[in-house]
């Protein structure tokens, strides 16, 4: 990087014109022992290897893709709770992959997490308002004799009685103590929330209150999100742009509305096509839905060439050779496929 950096009042440094965060070649393998025979044996479980996303400064990312594939690894790196084995994670045009935690400080009030469970991500023996207020405290954002106010205020903004900053987490419902976590990660007045399926866990009743309440926050306050879920139906009401994960590596990526009536990758193209079809309780024939045979293939040791390919009807020779590199197949659409090619027929009829 040969751009000179410019000191923020924040203690955040950036480099002009860059993107807001970028991901570059991320990896991050975990130690684990083998069994057996192999327990003596180191092995790697590659979590997450080689992933290259972009955010814009407003944009909203979603990630999504099967269970185990990556995402909460790749939420973690973000936010610097986990230091990648190799890569670069550039915040503002600066690599903070390797960063010190006392240089990395600033950049952690900046950008944010929203954790999946709202039970276990709030301590049960501190008030909400010791909660809300330690971000606060931590980056010095108001005078003491201001706090409590500033807390009253963020809980308000979220949808709670401000005058409930005395009472514990066990005395809110699930969908209250989400929207709490979300009034922490508000305090620091980051540029980017990571949200980790921030409704998974939630009450199908409550998951769109607590959506709607994300929405008017990213208009209002023009934050950033990178926003992982598995329900393809928010991710396109909520998301500008979508990343397919499969195995630890990004295998599709593009802007919403092309992503989802032009999948191109054979992953993507099934996922979609498992999306509930409401057209059919209006009498529309149902779309063919892709059964991908067999199961996920251990991250320890994964296929040679394309990671999909034991799953892939397309699969040929070179798909166990050659690694499929990320690369634009369609207008602003990325796509890690030898054969990559949109579906003959619509796989989706209406998902919103």
């Not at 955040?12 to 970028?22: D, Q």
């Not at 790697?44 to 269970?67: C, H, I, M, R, Y």
């Not at 039970?119 to 010791?130: A, D, I």
């Not at 999948?263 to 993507?268: A, E, R, S």
Request: proline letters at 7%.
């Amino acid at each position: 990087m040969t751009a000179a950096t410019t000191p923020a009042k924040s203690g955040v440094r950036s480099v002009p014109g860059a993107p807001l965060l970028e991901l570059e070649n991320v990896k991050m393998h975990f130690k684990a022992k083998g069994e057996g025979l192999l327990a003596r044996k180191t092995q790697w479980v590659q979590a997450v290897d080689g992933v290259d996303l972009t955010v814009q400064p407003g944009e909203t990312l979603g990630l999504v893709g099967e269970s185990g594939c990556g995402k909460s690894t790749t939420a973690r790196l973000i936010t610097r709770l986990l230091e990648p084995t190799a890569g670069q994670i550039r915040y503002q045009g600066v690599d903070i992959a390797h960063m010190s935690e006392r240089k990395l400080r600033p950049y952690r009030r900046e950008i944010q997490l929203i954790f999946q469970d709202p039970y276990s991500s709030l301590n049960p023996r501190h008030t909400v308002g010791t909660i809300v207020g330690t971000a606060l405290r931590t980056h010095g954002m108001v005078a003491k004799s201001g706090e409590l106010s500033r807390v009253q205020e963020l809980l308000e903004v979220v949808g709670l009685n401000p005058e409930h900053y005395n009472r514990y987490p066990h005395e809110f419902s699930g969908g209250q103590r989400q929207r709490i976590g979300i009034a922490r990660a508000l305090a620091a007045r980051p540029k980017i929330i990571v949200a980790d399926e921030p409704v998974s866990a939630l009450d199908v009743s409550i998951q769109a209150q607590v959506m709607n309440l994300l929405e008017s926050l990213r208009k209002e306050l023009g934050i950033a999100f990178v926003f992982i879920a598995h329900d393809l139906g928010v991710v396109r009401h909520f998301c500008d742009r979508i990343a397919v994960m499969y195995l630890g590596r990004v295998v599709e990526e593009g802007p919403r509305d092309s992503l989802y009536e032009k999948p191109q990758h054979p992953y993507t193209q099934a996922l979609l096509s498992a999306v509930p079809d409401i057209g059919v309780v209006r009498g529309v024939p149902p779309k063919n839905r892709i059964r991908l045979v067999g199961d996920v293939p251990s991250p320890v040791d994964p296929p040679s060439g394309c990671r999909f390919r034991t799953r892939c009807w397309k699969a040929q020779d070179i798909c166990a050779t050659d690694d499929p590199a990320l690369i634009e197949r369609a207008p602003a659409q990325r796509v890690a496929c030898h054969f990559a090619e949109p579906p003959a027929e619509s796989i989706l009829a209406e998902t919103a």
